[in-house]
Nanobody
Framework: QVQLVESGGGLVQTGGSLRLSCAASGGTFSSYAMAWFRQAPGKEREFVVAISRSGGVTVPADSVKGRFTISRDNVKNTVYLQMNNLKPDDTAVYYC????????????????WGQGTQVTVSS
């Protein structure tokens, strides 16, 4: 059993920045690839970015490439999402996910989810 708790969401203006955190407990953090997904009202949960177990490989969605950066601290058992140059289309609930699989970019590959944190980007 792995528990994930996101934090750091909030309201920012277009072009602003925000840093999300996901704290993990239970299990062995370094055994999991980690990913961020997001879900806007009425839409499916979509992949944002993922990071390998050691942090050596990152995979961003095209929509956030160059703007969002994922990182992890395997001592603190925490994964981060640095979001820069935010746009209104980034508005969503952001979810942290953990997986032991090789499927990082689809919801069906995620084993554990956090509760989500709201990010709202205003014009």
């Amino acid at each position: 059993q792995v528990q994930l708790v996101e934090s750091g969401g909030g309201l920012v203006q277009t072009g602003g920045s925000l840093r999300l955190s996901c704290a993990a407990s239970g299990g062995t953090f370094s055994s999991y690839a980690m990913a961020w997904f997001r879900q806007a009202p009425g839409k499916e949960r979509e992949f944002v970015v993922a990071i390998s177990r050691s942090g050596g490989v990152t995979v961003p969605a095209d929509s956030v490439k160059g703007r969002f950066t994922i990182s992890r601290d395997n001592v603190k058992n925490t994964v981060y999402l640095q979001m820069n140059n935010l746009k209104p289309d980034d508005t969503a609930v952001y979810y942290c996910g953990a997986t032991t699989s090789t499927i990082w970019v689809r919801v069906e590959g995620i084993d554990y989810w956090g509760q989500g944190t709201q990010v709202t980007v205003s014009s």
